[in-house]
């Protein structure tokens, strides 16, 4: 184990929460004077000591694991896949979810905004703009992976079909650049950072206020679809896994929309 690497770790996250070392000290009921030698590499943390400070922080459990490995222990939280059988009730959770969003489009990503599942109304969408699993695949990462926020503002992509383009690039890139603060990595900045002009990615440098929902108006050929977006996480994650799931769901703004994706039920 490297000795600085957890002092360098606390000292980057506490930074990152813009939190002053009293501020993180009266949060995680330990003093200023043993902050900073932590902080300092002078003292060494207990496990019960990392778990305190995580939870003051406000991490995720990804990077309350990472911090307890660089403090010498093991990690707190599993990490199972979404196949494994302790997550059924995840999963049977998340196909219920999207069921019952149907007809309107509902999918399933992880924290990296990586695609995981998907319900019918999203693939109706997908088809109406005629983007095949051919299509798909040559969006996808080299280990096949489909990254939403790639999706949606890739040429060859939705992005041609997005009447309020500028507005959605702004959003997403505000939300990605959020999400690299939040847990210090970049991973959904990464994946449309070559989409983005680079004026407006200076401009979005900090994270900035996201609203509540996302307006997406389509155009796909004399249909004109407008929606709303909305997120939904697992209130008390007890792993990884689940805590890095997200539903996002749209839901139609006005009756011509709701009734291009309820024609599917006919």
């Known amino acids: 184990m490297n000795a600085r690497a957890f002092p360098h770790a606390l000292k980057a996250w506490r930074q990152s929460r813009r939190r002053s070392q009293l501020d993180l000290a009266l949060a995680a009921s330990v003093s200023q004077r043993h902050l900073s030698f932590l902080e300092s590499g002078k003292a060494a943390p207990s496990r019960q000591m990392v778990l305190?400070?995580?939870?003051?922080?406000e991490l995720p459990l990804r990077e309350c694991n990472d911090l307890l490995q660089a403090?010498?222990?093991a990690p707190a939280y599993a990490e199972p896949t979404l196949d494994d059988a302790q997550l059924a009730p995840v999963r049977e959770a998340l196909t219920c979810m999207l069921e019952h969003h149907a007809p309107f489009p509902a999918l399933v990503v992880d924290r990296d905004w990586q695609l995981l599942q998907i319900n019918d109304?999203?693939?109706?969408?997908?088809?109406?703009?005629?983007?095949?699993?051919?299509?798909l695949a040559r969006l996808g990462d080299a280990q096949g992976r489909l990254n939403t926020l790639r999706l949606?503002?890739?040429p060859d992509g939705l992005s041609p079909f997005i009447e309020n383009r500028d507005q959605v690039l702004a959003h997403l890139v505000s939300r990605s650049r959020r999400d690299q603060a939040l847990s210090l990595r970049g991973h959904s900045w990464q994946a449309i950072a070559d989409l983005v002009p680079a004026g407006?990615?200076?401009?979005h440098a900090l994270p900035h206020?996201?609203?509540p929902v996302l307006p997406l108006v389509l155009r796909i050929g004399d249909t004109r679809l407008s929606l709303f977006t909305t997120l939904t996480t697992f209130g008390t994650p007890l792993d990884v896994t689940t805590d890095?799931?997200?539903?996002?769901?749209?839901?139609?703004?006005?009756e011509e929309t709701r009734a291009w994706f309820r024609g599917a039920q006919a």
């Open 209 to 211: 206020a996201l609203l």
């Open 121 to 135: 109304g999203v693939q109706r969408l997908l088809g109406a703009c005629e983007l095949t699993p051919e299509r």
């Open 200 to 203: 407006l990615a200076a401009q």
């Open 71 to 73: 403090a010498g222990f």
């Open 52 to 57: 305190q400070l995580a939870d003051a922080l």
């Open 152 to 154: 949606t503002l890739h």
């Open 244 to 254: 890095e799931l997200r539903v996002e769901s749209f839901y139609p703004m006005d």
